[in-house]
C-alpha cells in the first residue's frame, strides 16, 4: 500500500475507491490526490476525505459553441465516510500551473497521489519546469484568507491551515520541492511547538485553542507569513515560467489523443 492511501482507514479507503471508480467512469483521469487533513498531516477521526483530481476532457467536446470545461464537484456521504471530490480540467489546470496555482501543483508534484495515469508521468516534469516565484502570491492570499477564518473561529484546524500554507509556500520558494505535509516542516522552520496543536487537531476536528494560547499563536502565524515573504526575495526560482511552449505543446499532443 503506498503512503497516500495508508493515511486512511479502511473505511476511508474502501470509500475513496468507490468515487475514484465511479468518476473515472464518467471523466478521464490524469491524477486524483489526497488533499485536506490527511495530505497536510494532521487527521482526525471525523475528517472527511478530499480528493482533488485533473482530468482530460473529450476534444470534440471542448469545440463549438459551448465548450465542456466544467469542474466536476461532488460533496456526499458515503457508507459513513464524507467525501468531498472536485476534478478540473486540464487546460484549465495547465493555464493555473503557469500563474503559480498552488493548488494545481500541488495535484500534480505533490507525493498525496491516489490514482494517476501514464499522462501525469509526463506532466510532473512539465510542471516542475514551470515552478516559479508567482507561487508566493497563490499562497500568501491563500494563507491570509485562513487567517481571517482563524480570526472568526479559533481551532487548532483553522491555526495549521494557515501554517500549513505558509510552509509550504515557503519550502517551495526556498527549495523548489512541494512538501504538503506541515509536520515535516514544523521543525525547519522553528514551529515545532505547533506539534502540539497537530495532536491536539488529530484527537478532534474542532479542538478550540484556549483563549490565552491565542495571542501567542496570532505571532506564530504572523511569523509563518514572515518567513513565506523572506523566501520568496530570497528564492532562485524564476519570475515566472519558461516552458510554456513547451506545456502548449504537450496539450495539444493531448487533445488529438482525445480526439
Same mark, same amino acid.
Given at each position: 500500500?503506498?503512503?497516500?492511501?495508508?493515511?486512511?482507514?479502511?473505511?476511508?479507503?474502501?470509500?475513496?475507491?468507490?468515487?475514484?471508480?465511479?468518476?473515472?467512469?464518467?471523466?478521464?483521469?490524469?491524477?486524483?490526490? %489526497?488533499?485536506?487533513?490527511?495530505?497536510?498531516?494532521?487527521?482526525?477521526?471525523?475528517?472527511?476525505?478530499?480528493?482533488?483530481?485533473?482530468? $482530460?476532457?473529450?476534444?470534440?467536446?471542448?469545440?463549438?459553441?459551448?465548450?465542456?470545461?466544467?469542474?466536476?464537484?461532488?460533496?456526499?456521504?458515503?457508507?459513513?465516510?464524507?467525501?468531498?471530490?472536485?476534478?478540473?480540467?486540464?487546460?484549465?489546470?495547465?493555464?493555473?500551473?503557469?500563474?503559480?496555482?498552488?493548488?494545481?501543483?500541488?495535484?500534480?508534484?505533490?507525493?498525496?497521489?491516489?490514482?494517476?495515469?501514464?499522462? %501525469?508521468?509526463?506532466?510532473?516534469?512539465?510542471?516542475?519546469?514551470?515552478?516559479?516565484?508567482?507561487?508566493?502570491?497563490?499562497?500568501?492570499?491563500?494563507?491570509?484568507?485562513?487567517?481571517?477564518?482563524?480570526?472568526?473561529?479559533?481551532?487548532?484546524?483553522?491555526?495549521?491551515? $494557515?501554517?500549513?500554507?505558509?510552509?509550504?509556500?515557503?519550502?517551495?520558494?526556498?527549495?523548489?520541492?512541494?512538501?504538503?505535509?506541515?509536520?515535516?516542516?514544523?521543525?525547519?522552520?522553528?514551529?515545532?511547538?505547533?506539534?502540539?496543536?497537530?495532536?491536539?487537531?488529530?484527537?478532534?476536528?474542532?479542538?478550540?485553542?484556549?483563549?490565552?494560547?491565542?495571542?501567542?499563536?496570532?505571532?506564530?502565524?504572523?511569523?509563518?507569513?514572515?518567513?513565506?515573504?523572506?523566501?520568496?526575495?530570497?528564492?532562485?526560482?524564476?519570475?515566472?515560467?519558461?516552458?510554456?511552449?513547451?506545456?502548449?505543446?504537450?496539450?495539444?499532443?493531448?487533445?488529438?489523443?482525445?480526439?
Amino acid at each position: 500500500m503506498n503512503a497516500p492511501w495508508a493515511r486512511l482507514t479502511e473505511a476511508q479507503r474502501a470509500s475513496s475507491r468507490a468515487v475514484i471508480e465511479r468518476e473515472g467512469a464518467l471523466r478521464c483521469h490524469v491524477v486524483v490526490a %489526497l488533499s485536506g487533513a490527511h495530505a497536510y498531516g494532521f487527521p482526525s477521526p471525523d475528517s472527511d476525505v478530499d480528493l482533488k483530481a485533473v482530468h $482530460v476532457a473529450p476534444t470534440a467536446g471542448l469545440l463549438g459553441l459551448h465548450p465542456s470545461a466544467a469542474p466536476a464537484d461532488r460533496l456526499e456521504v458515503l457508507d459513513g465516510v464524507e467525501m468531498d471530490y472536485t476534478s478540473n480540467e486540464l487546460g484549465g489546470v495547465l493555464a493555473g500551473i503557469l500563474k503559480g496555482n498552488g493548488n494545481y501543483l500541488e495535484r500534480v508534484l505533490g507525493a498525496s497521489s491516489l490514482a494517476g495515469s501514464s499522462w %501525469l508521468e509526463a506532466l510532473r516534469p512539465l510542471a516542475r519546469g514551470a515552478l516559479s516565484r508567482r507561487v508566493h502570491r497563490h499562497y500568501r492570499g491563500f494563507a491570509l484568507g485562513q487567517r481571517r477564518e482563524f480570526d472568526e473561529a479559533p481551532t487548532a484546524k483553522k491555526l495549521l491551515y $494557515v501554517l500549513r500554507t505558509a510552509l509550504t509556500g515557503a519550502h517551495l520558494l526556498r527549495s523548489g520541492e512541494l512538501v504538503l505535509d506541515v509536520t515535516a516542516l514544523l521543525d525547519d522552520y522553528g514551529l515545532g511547538a505547533a506539534h502540539a496543536l497537530v495532536e491536539a487537531k488529530r484527537a478532534g476536528e474542532r479542538a478550540v485553542l484556549p483563549e490565552g494560547e491565542r495571542a501567542r499563536w496570532v505571532a506564530e502565524v504572523e511569523r509563518a507569513l514572515l518567513r513565506l515573504d523572506e523566501a520568496h526575495g530570497a528564492s532562485a526560482l524564476p519570475e515566472a515560467p519558461g516552458n510554456e511552449a513547451e506545456l502548449d505543446a504537450w496539450l495539444i499532443e493531448v487533445r488529438r489523443a482525445m480526439l
